[in-house]
């Protein structure tokens, strides 16, 4: 069974730092990509940063030079370095594994809270 075990959520002042963990437990297939996304209150579930196995990063528009995706192989881990943080990265951030030919295995995470207020 694919677990995703998502930690580092909470509450942070604007301009503070974050940094999220994703923990992949019980794959059977190649991972071939890593990823966060986001879903804010009213909002649709958008894409934060994704990292490939060969560690090509993508990050969406509004997150380019404050947050960094990394990842650890070898535990089958993925980090979101957040820092700056505003008033609208609110939201529950949720992992997600893709992998398997033509990406068929798809596995997101339960979601974790970050709120950023003052």
């Known amino acids: 069974q694919v677990q995703l075990v998502e930690s580092g959520g909470g509450l942070v002042q604007p301009g503070g730092s974050l940094r999220l963990s994703c923990a992949a437990s019980?794959?059977?297939?190649?991972?071939?990509?890593m990823g966060w996304y986001r879903q804010a209150p009213g909002k649709q579930r958008e894409l934060v940063a994704a990292?490939?196995?060969?560690?090509?990063?993508n990050y969406a528009d509004s997150v380019k030079g404050r947050f960094t995706i990394s990842r650890d192989s070898g535990k089958n881990t993925v980090y979101l370095q957040m820092n700056s943080l505003k008033p609208e990265d609110t939201a529950v951030y949720y992992c997600n594994v893709r992998g398997g030919w033509l990406n068929k295995y798809d596995y997101w995470g339960q979601g974790t809270q970050v709120t950023v207020s003052s």
């Open positions: 019980g794959t059977f297939f190649n991972i071939n990509a």
């Open positions: 990292i490939t196995s060969g560690d090509v990063t």
